[in-house]
Nanobody, 115 residues
């Protein structure tokens, strides 16, 4: 059974930084990408950043230049470095592992940007 465990959320002031981490465990077959989504109450979950198996990355426009997604070597571990955080970045952040067969989601970690 595949499980994803996230860490690194918390409370930070505007302009500050946080680093999220996510590690997938279990038997993983056909991994294609790992990434991050976020969700606020009453809104749909939105894509934040993805890193593909061959290393290419993509970001939603609102985080370009501020967030960096990276993957640790061949391990199923992904990071999201978030700099210059804004109040509108406040959300629950979810890690996702995309495989040929299905997507696996983490339980989510709260990020709150507030003074």
């Amino acid at each position: 059974q595949v499980q994803l465990e996230e860490s690194g959320g918390g409370l930070v002031q505007p302009g500050g930084s946080l680093r999220l981490a996510c590690e997938a465990s279990g038997t993983i077959i056909g991994a294609r990408s790992m990434g991050w989504y976020r969700q606020t109450p009453g809104a749909e979950r939105e894509h934040v950043a993805t890193v593909l198996s061959h290393g290419l990355t993509n970001y939603t426009d609102s985080v370009k230049g501020r967030f960096t997604v990276s993957r640790e070597g061949t391990k199923n571990k992904v990071y999201l470095q978030m700099n210059s955080l804004k109040p509108e970045d406040t959300a629950v952040y979810y890690c996702v592992l995309v495989t040929t067969w299905r997507n696996y989601w983490g339980q989510g970690t709260q990020v709150t940007v507030s003074s």
